[in-house]
């Protein structure tokens, strides 16, 4: 299948990058080491970033309907469609291909490439490349890089297996710098810092569950935007005594968005109740009322004193 996709890439004049809404590390990364790849392989293709602006300053492109139709889009990190970042513009495309690792609820594309085993969807891009004899430049191997490490949060997931370790190493020789890397990753700002720091200090434990509720004013006092306030759950890991952890987040129009977190338990399920998704350790939940959320935490709590059947 990589090498049918990869006749796909080679024969398309117009390529076009989509991914999903409020993007993360693994679906920027993705998006933009893909786009740098192909342009440095490519020289004479035209090759588009398409949607919002990237959290990073990273310059999205801008192309018309027209573009679009003559395009063949590639469709990364997104699970389904309603989740595309310009969905009207990407089901204009001449031609469709997915890359992606999240379960697979429907089909999106032509040629629909979804290994749900992969730990990020840079992972797959990194196969992609390799297996087709291709030298994306140290560039787009950092990018790959981030979004390999970002989603697999570097390689301790569940989902970490033999062909994620391959694919980093293989960026690594690509040119990719561990070092930058985790300078990129691990610089926060002092207003950042001091919301991560409200954040633990307003955590609560029911069970083996740890969960911290923040509402606009606790984010809006430290300049954060609503989407940079809810991506914080990572601040609630670690703890011995805890199995689930999650933020959770007012939004503007009164609901919550629920990021969920595991160690070893399955927690996707529960979200995917509450209209939800996302991996096996890690599910998001949007437009959760506050009825809503008290039934969520009490199943969370109950969630968290069971036995992990297996490593996940």
Not at 50 to 68: H, I, N, R, T, W
Not at 128 to 145: C, E, F, I, M, R
Not at 231 to 259: H, K, M, P, Y
Request: proline share 3%.
């Amino acid at each position: 299948m990589l090498e049918k996709i990869w006749e796909k890439i080679q024969a398309a004049p117009v390529i076009t990058l989509f991914r999903h809404v409020n993007p993360d590390p693994d679906a920027l990364g993705s998006q933009r080491g893909l786009k740098r790849a192909l342009e440095h392989i490519f020289p004479d293709k035209q090759v588009y970033a398409l949607g919002e602006m990237s959290k990073d300053g990273f310059e999205m492109d801008q192309v018309s309907p027209d573009a679009v139709k003559q395009s063949l889009a590639i469709l990364l990190d997104t699970s389904n469609r309603d989740r595309i970042d310009g969905k009207d513009l990407y089901e204009l495309a001449a031609d469709t291909i997915r890359l992606d690792h999240h379960v697979k609820v429907e089909d999106l594309a032509t040629l629909d490439y979804v290994d749900e085993a992969a730990s990020a969807t840079g992972e797959i891009v990194a196969q992609l490349l390799q297996v087709n004899g291709q030298h994306p430049g140290s560039a787009a191997a950092q990018d790959l890089y981030r979004a390999l490490t970002a989603d697999s949060q570097r390689f301790t997931t569940g989902n970490t297996r033999p062909e994620s370790l391959m694919a980093g190493a293989w960026l690594l020789q690509e040119g990719a710098d561990v070092v930058a890397d985790l300078l990129a990753s691990s610089r926060t700002s002092m207003q950042a810092w001091r919301y991560q720091n409200c954040i633990r200090s307003t955590a609560v434990q029911m069970q083996k569950f740890l969960f911290s509720v923040m509402e606009p004013q606790d984010y809006l006092q430290y300049g954060l935007a609503e989407t940079d306030a809810r991506e914080n759950v990572f601040v609630l890991s670690g703890c011995a005594e805890v199995q689930i952890w999650a933020l959770f987040t007012r939004c503007a129009d009164g609901t919550f968005a629920a990021s969920l977190r595991s160690r070893q338990l399955e927690v996707r399920d529960i979200a995917e109740s509450f209209g939800g998704g996302g991996h096996i350790c890690a599910a998001g939940i949007k437009g959760l009322s506050s009825v809503k959320l008290t039934d969520l935490i009490t199943q969370l709590a109950a969630r968290s004193l069971e036995e992990p059947v297996s490593q996940v």
